[in-house]
């Protein structure tokens, strides 16, 4: 059965107007009809359709069922957005598909893209996180300068790591440093890498440089082996 | 420097035609200009180019750099193409990045596409080989049917996994199944999964049915995160 969002149904019992015009102008949905809602914050509500506004079609709640994410711990990857969208907007849908908690798009330094829409991912990862049956949305910053970010961190009670390719700085393998259970950041700069000032106050934060093994991988490949590392650590434990 | 492909160079001392044609008339090289060339079995040459013919550009070896893989074992995805080709095409870049040996597209009962082209899936592959640096090319196979590639496979001296979403079916989770340091095949069916009978010829010849973890993965994703869990293993002891 098709999914709706509706982050807002306990509140407005209502379907959002984009998903009200896919109800009822693409799919044909009339009232009493059955659908599912999910509201991205873990919970599936089995409703049924009061009315067809296309605008902010109404229903009523049968039942709510807990669908929580399937990982403990509270993964946070920050990445400078590509120069080419569609690569940004492919990591967004594969992160939700593993599974992370938020996603930050980061300004750095050197980043090639200095700007992006967060409801254009937003809209990518509600889709993703429709397909692959999860219940689950996550957050979605807007577009974060690194030193914002660094100033938001403390690195206590969580685990911080930075993605650098310099050979010369030592770091250690993501896949060795982790701790399985804890709650994670982890920061993928963009093409041009991070500069060594950035990574220098990084560090200053509590950050620890590491890589993803022997590999060479383009940005967001970095960043989804970061997240995958993580969670592939995490089934291993059984976390 | 921007590398070029030349799998024969040792037989021929020449660029083949389509990378000639870029080194001479997109990057204009010259006669006497040096080039790095990689023939995808991991070897890194350095080169004087000799004459500057768009068709095969003559080079004289100066060097020979070996870069083997990183990687020990042998990994090979037999993975059915997803209807979508880009998916399919993003796949393979990302193969590559992350470092597999062999791709077979694979023909199955449910597939939504039943022919693919090799060649234009090599020529993503050596796109992603040169951009993560590496001189290793993955052996990409002809669309095979699951039958023919069954018929190949012996699992013995190798792990064999087929990645399987019906619940129903006991499956082992493959970060737990898989033995660090040993060669590895990997199924992975089409978006409407293996049929019973398809699964039952596999495990006849010896896969085991696997998932990679609670979340519902697409056909591209899971093959990636399939192999991506192995490299990770292999990391973490070592390999």
Redesign the interface.
Known sequence: MIRFYAPDIETTAKLPADESAHAVRVLRRRPGDEVEVVDGRGTLYRCRLVTDDHRGAVVEIVGRVPLPK?WKPYITVAVAPTKHLDRME?LVE?LV???VDRIVPLRCARSERKEIKAERLERIAVSAMK????AVMPRIDPMTSLSSFLSETRCTGEECYIGYCDAETPRL?L??AYTPGADVKILIGPEGDFSPEEVASARAAGYIPVTM??????TE?AA??GC??I???N??DGF
Do not use: F, H, Y
Request: proline share 0%; glycine share 6%.
């Open positions: 399937v492919w594969k598909e593993i599974g397909q692959s049956l999860k393998l896949a060795k093994g022997d590999n060479r991988l383009r490949t989804l082996v995958d590392t969670q592939i650590l089934q291993l």
